[in-house]
């Protein structure tokens, strides 16, 4: 399925929440079964601008009971925020899913702040469970009517998410690896990237092999787990990326040449992606 990549400067002037700098235009046939080229140590950086808000919307501040500041046994009070982009489920549509505890209200400015991007929000679900409550999108692209599958805008989608949950649940920066860089609270505890980050790769029939990543989360995963693993000719079919608190976890079905990965090559490929995923301020000048 090949999809046109969009350019960084197309999600500029999509979402009016999030800054996108210091990337280069992509080139090169999309995202699934293409390859994408783009220079890897080029990030996808996000400064932190909030939302546009109407003048009447009030913003919930953090009470003294759930501002974690600290560490302390205040942490425990904060249900672990977690976004799940899912490619997988749904054969016409990209799902969301959105927990916060039991937090969360309806997410009427999120959905809005999704047709921003030019997109659809073709179906919505709430589900409450001992987890939380479970917000579920479907979302199509507003111009085609068909799935979310760039990856660029993925992250789009996913940082758009991210900085509305921070903004009204100010508290849930806290918990959150992107707290850090423009949430109202650092994150409770930092995460040793190289500890953090597990990869590994499974059968999954004659065609293609499940890739699993887990690494700490910062903006622009999405876009550099996908390059890194294009700019070795391995096609990524379609997949699911969560956003769970601190981490990052990925399922990608890839397949190279229309077969599944054979061990030299899974192996080349899990070296790749832990070089990359353990260093990712590495510039060119330092070899």
Not at 40 to 64: E, G, M, V
Not at 186 to 212: F, M, N, W
Request: proline share 5%; hydrophobic share 40%.
């Amino acid at each position: 399925m090949a999809v046109a990549m969009v350019s960084c400067g197309s999600i500029c002037g999509m979402c009016t929440s999030l800054k996108v700098i210091e990337k280069q235009p992509i080139s090169g046939p999309g995202f699934f079964n293409g390859s994408l080229s783009v220079n890897p140590f080029h990030k996808l950086y996000i400064t932190p601008k909030r939302l546009a808000l109407s003048r009447s919307t009030i913003i919930p501040k953090a009470s003294a009971a759930t501002a974690v500041e600290d560490g302390s046994s205040q942490e425990t009070a904060v249900p672990t925020p977690k976004v799940i982009i899912d490619l997988d489920s749904d054969p016409d549509a990209t799902v969301v899913e959105v927990t916060f505890g039991d937090r969360l209200g309806a997410l009427l400015d999120t959905m809005n702040a999704l047709k921003n991007l030019g997109l659809n929000v073709v179906k919505a679900n709430v589900c409450l469970d001992s987890s939380g409550k479970h917000n579920t999108f479907a979302i199509t692209k507003a111009s085609t009517g068909r799935k979310v599958d760039d990856p660029e805008l993925l992250e789009a989608i996913r940082l758009t998410i991210i900085n509305n949950m921070m903004e009204y649940h100010p508290e849930s920066s806290s918990r959150l690896a992107m707290g850090e860089a423009f949430g109202a609270f650092q994150p409770y505890q930092k995460i040793d990237v190289d500890i953090a980050t597990h990869i590994h790769v499974y059968e999954d029939g004659p065609e293609r092999s499940l890739l699993c990543v887990e690494t700490t989360d910062r903006p622009g995963l999405i876009v550099d787990l996908v390059k890194i693993i294009t700019d070795i000719n391995i096609n990524v079919e379609s997949g699911e990326f969560d956003t769970e608190g601190l981490l990052a976890k990925a399922k990608f079905h890839v397949s190279y040449k229309g077969k599944a990965l054979i061990k030299p090559l899974q192996q080349v490929l899990a070296n790749s992606l832990r070089y990359f995923l353990r260093r990712p301020t590495t510039e060119d000048a330092s070899f």
